[in-house]
């Protein structure tokens, strides 16, 4: 990678993996003989098993009850008779119960309608109870319930919903391919989404280097008349961080600690605006994703929808298997993914991608000392000093790297991504933020 100045400050222009799985269109992966559903999916609280071991469950019902506000419900992405519920990692560090389905009878989800319903005359509070229902999250990997986030406070009025299709992390390519062939579906989710916290403008933000998926958007929103504006912005990683997208089109920075909604905008994944259509006017819940599945030691690297629950294994097996032994098994993109050893671990409802890299695909060395190259603030996009930092959390003085702006790091990977002396600076910066208070950016 090379630094890439198109996104004003910092950032890196991927190789070019994305071309693995570019031109692959979706195609629905087989359904697996058994999910293993994790009740904890989401930001917030796990969800509460609303079955047992021995239920009969239908694709669609629940079998994971919210619990609290930020939780999320979840739905039984197959039919079949509960298994067992048992306890798996998820992310690592951290376990959830998960509900086994074995599958078994056929598929009949409660009320899947033909035709899409008509939203335009329910009101907010309705179409929020209806994304509850469904489970709907935020599918780019915070995890956030859509109902949560589109609940906007008594007094604030929203300026801005920004539809991000930036996609910048390398190798994944799901939501390219989602904005190519749903268009419609997404613009009509964004309408929907609109409509729920009343924004006034809507932007669709697609990557500079996704020219057919900006033609597109654009054709259809001539057609339809629709007053949305389409933006190619930039392709540099990490370009399609919610915070520095806002930066790009708003012009204004959000500070640390603050949300978006803090200056009036609320930016949602392309793939959480097209599960939004689809519990709006399918009433369907989140049972499925768009995954991109890549890295050289994979057979054949693709695009697929694969029921959540579906064990990493089962779908590179789908995907002509591996061609070795990965160096490294990765959920999410490369920069801000997360290394999984169990090919058990299930795909959820915020997994973007399955990533079987080779050795030479992988960063890996051993951390030599600091030669002050300067490579790691040149790259950083909020304009931190990584060094610094993290000289100070390893010297324990978490108070200077708080005043230095630990609470500005976007936990991006760019700065590890970059340093020849393997220093892992962005894991120090997370666990430094974990250890005095700071949560996820
Ligand atoms: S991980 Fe943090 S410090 Fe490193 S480049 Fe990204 S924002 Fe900057
Ligand atoms: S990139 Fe690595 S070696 Fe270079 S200044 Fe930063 S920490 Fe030091």
Same mark, same amino acid.
């Given at each position: 990678m090379i630094p890439l100045p198109t996104l004003s400050r910092g950032g890196l222009l991927p190789d070019d993996r994305k071309t693995l799985t570019r031109g692959s269109a979706i195609w629905n992966a087989a359904l697996p003989t058994q999910c293993v559903v994790p009740l904890h999916q989401h930001a917030g609280a796990a969800a509460e098993a609303v079955v047992a071991v021995g239920d009969r469950v239908r694709e669609g019902m629940l079998i994971g009850r919210a619990v609290g506000r930020n939780s999320a419900h979840v739905h039984a992405p197959i039919p079949g008779v509960v298994t067992a519920i048992r306890s798996g990692e998820v992310y690592p560090g951290r376990p959830s119960a998960c509900v086994v389905i074995d599958l078994e009878g056929e598929f !009949?989800?409660?009320?899947? *309608?033909l035709a899409p319903a008509e939203w335009q005359q329910r009101s907010a509070r309705d179409l929020l109870r209806n994304l509850r229902e469904c489970g709907v999250v935020g599918m780019a990997g915070g995890g956030i319930p859509a109902d949560n986030k589109y609940t906007i406070p008594r007094g604030v009025e929203i300026e801005h919903l920004i539809v991000n299709g930036a996609e910048s992390e390398p190798y994944l390519t799901a939501t390219h391919r989602l904005m190519l062939e749903k268009p419609a579906e997404i613009l009509e989710g964004a309408r929907i989404a609109a409509h729920i916290v009343g924004a006034r403008r809507v932007t669709i933000a697609v990557g500079r280097d996704k020219r057919d998926a900006v033609a597109a958007f654009r054709r259809l929103v001539r057609e339809r008349g629709l007053p949305f504006s389409v933006r190619a912005v930039s392709l540099a990683y990490p370009a399609g961080d919610e915070k520095l997208l806002i930066r790009e089109l708003v012009g204004r920075e959000v500070p640390a600690?603050?949300? *978006?909604i803090d200056l009036r905008v609320i930016v949602s994944s392309v793939a959480t605006i097209h599960a939004v259509y689809e519990a709006i006017a399918f009433g369907k819940p989140v049972v499925e994703r768009v995954v991109t599945v890549a890295g050289s030691m994979v057979r054949t690297p693709s695009n697929v929808k694969v029921r959540i629950g579906t064990p990493v294994g089962a779908l590179l097996a789908e995907c002509g298997?591996?061609? !070795? @032994? *990965? %160096?490294r098994l990765v959920l999410?993109? *490369? #920069?801000m993914g997360y290394t999984v %050893? !169990? #090919? %058990? @671990?299930p795909i959820t409802k915020t997994t973007t991608g399955v990533l079987a890299l080779g050795t030479d695909e992988v960063n890996d060395g051993e951390r030599t000392p600091c030669i002050g190259c300067g490579r790691c603030i040149r790259v950083c996009p909020v304009g931190l000093e990584p060094v610094t930092l993290v000289k100070m959390l390893e010297r324990d003085r978490p108070g200077d790297a708080a005043a230095a702006g630990l609470a500005d790091c976007r936990e991006c990977g760019c700065c590890s991504y970059v340093c020849p002396s393997h220093i892992p600076l962005t894991e120090t910066l997370v666990q430094g933020r974990r250890r005095n208070g700071g949560g996820a950016p």
């Open positions: !009949d989800r409660l009320g899947k *309608p600690g603050r949300l *978006p298997g591996l061609i !070795d @032994t *990965p %160096a999410g993109g *490369p #920069m %050893a !169990d #090919m %058990a @671990t």
